[in-house]
Every structure is written in C-alpha cells, then in structure tokens.
C-alpha cells in the first residue's frame, strides 16, 4: 500500500531533502527512523528537492508499505525526529499517486527583516539597507514575472531539465513594518529559481539593474546580468495542492 506523510521542517541543520553521500538530509533522516519502526528499509519519494538551509512549512512524501503500523505511529515517529522534523500524519493513498509528479501548485514564500532579529536567523534573512530600496519598483517586476512562460534566466546552470516553462500563478510583495514577505506560487519551479527571482528584486529595488532592460532580457531569455541568488534561510516551502488534497487530511 502507499501512504503520504504531511510533515514540515526547519531545514537550517540539513543540507536540503534529497539524500546524499556524507551530508544529513531530511530524506535520510525520516529513512531512518521508518527503518527503525517499521523494521525493514524505506524509502520516501519527496514533493520537491529543496536546498541546503531551506525550510518547509509544508510538505509531502510518499512511501510503500506492506504490513500494519505500529501504534501511536506518528506519535513515536516524531519522537524519534527530535525537533527540526514534525509529522503531521500518514493516510494512505492510491496506489499510483506521487507525491512529486502529482502535485500541481506549489507555493513558496520568502522571507526578509529589515531590522535585526535575533528570534528569526534562521528563518529570515536580514536586509540592512531596506530603506534605499524602491518597493514599487520590485511589485512592479512583481507583477510582470505572472506574465513570463519560459525561465531560462532564472534557472542555475548545470539543470538537467527538458523544459524550463513555468506557469506563475501568484507573485507578490508583503511590506509589513520591519518584516517583508515574497510570495510566490506555480505549477512547478526550476532549480535555484526562487532565490535569484528575489536577489533580483531586491536589485531592481536598489536601481543596480534596470526594470526595463531586465524584462528585456528575461523576454529573450538572455542570461541575467549580475544576478544574485539571495541566502537560504529566508526561502520556505508553505504549500502543495494536489488533485486530491482534501483525502490527504
């Protein structure tokens, strides 16, 4: 049988979700623990592969599974993660849904302090010079990005991908105070791409490039010039819809 966990992560002590050689993931880590309750190897498939220091308010994997759980499952599997990894629960699924190919919005935020604070290094990221920037200048780049099909620019070299069209559904700014907000949601992302669409916000904000000409660019898909893909820790993933999202409660 197939089953989907819900779980979020505070990804600031793994290098990203997929498993790798010498580094803890989140991957490896929820591995093992299954292995350890359930008494035999398991492996989960992720809804996305998020980086080093990146962070998930929601997410979901799925893995197979013969026999019955043990009891209070989630209660001992969370107990097992310790504190970085929370499960929120397992149902069980059809037999051919994925939790990666399945899912057709993913939503991410980003996440910026215009003052320091102490509470959020590790889940925001610090921004010192917020007042020279120009916010309308980034909604307006905002805005333009929904009208963009094909993000060759913003997507890191070395991609193994046989198309990189992304249809946006959502990309906006939240300017609260001393604390900012990116939004941003899609049928699906390419790697890197979120955080250089924010550095290049933020360099838009600051007048270092040219609104007119970056949409130039990004309509020829020329590679970007000066682009800055901003630190990880700000960058979370919120939400995943899928088909049938309202079974996986």
Request: proline share 3%.
């Amino acid at each position: 049988m197939r089953y989907f966990l819900e779980l979020a992560y505070n990804g600031t002590r793994f290098y990203g979700f997929q498993k790798q050689p010498q580094h803890l993931s989140i991957q490896e880590k929820i591995e093992s623990v299954l292995q350890i309750l359930l008494r035999e190897p398991v492996e989960i498939v992720g809804c996305g592969r998020t980086d080093t220091g990146v962070h998930a308010l929601n997410y979901y994997a799925h893995f197979d599974y013969e026999n019955e759980f043990p009891s209070d499952f989630v209660k001992r599997l969370n107990s097992l993660l310790k504190k970085d990894i929370v499960v929120y629960g397992c149902y069980q699924v059809e037999q051919d849904c994925h939790a990666r190919f399945d899912a057709i919005s993913r939503t991410y935020i980003y996440q910026i302090d215009t003052r320091n604070n102490p509470f959020r290094q590790e889940t925001a990221f610090f921004l010192p010079y917020a007042d020279t920037i120009d916010t309308d200048k980034m909604e307006a780049f905002a805005h333009f990005l929904l009208e963009i099909k094909e993000f060759d620019s913003f997507c890191l070299s070395g991609t193994d991908v046989k198309t990189k069209n992304c249809q946006i559904f959502e990309s906006q700014w939240h300017f609260n105070n001393h604390q900012w907000e990116y939004r941003i949601s899609a049928n699906r992302f390419l790697r890197g791409m979120i955080r250089l669409i924010v550095g290049m916000h933020l360099l838009v904000g600051q007048n270092k490039i040219d609104l007119f000409e970056i949409q130039e660019d990004i309509k020829s898909k020329r590679l970007l010039k000066g682009a800055w893909s901003v630190p990880p820790q700000g960058l979370f993933l919120t939400d995943i819809i899928y088909p049938y999202t309202k079974q996986l409660k």
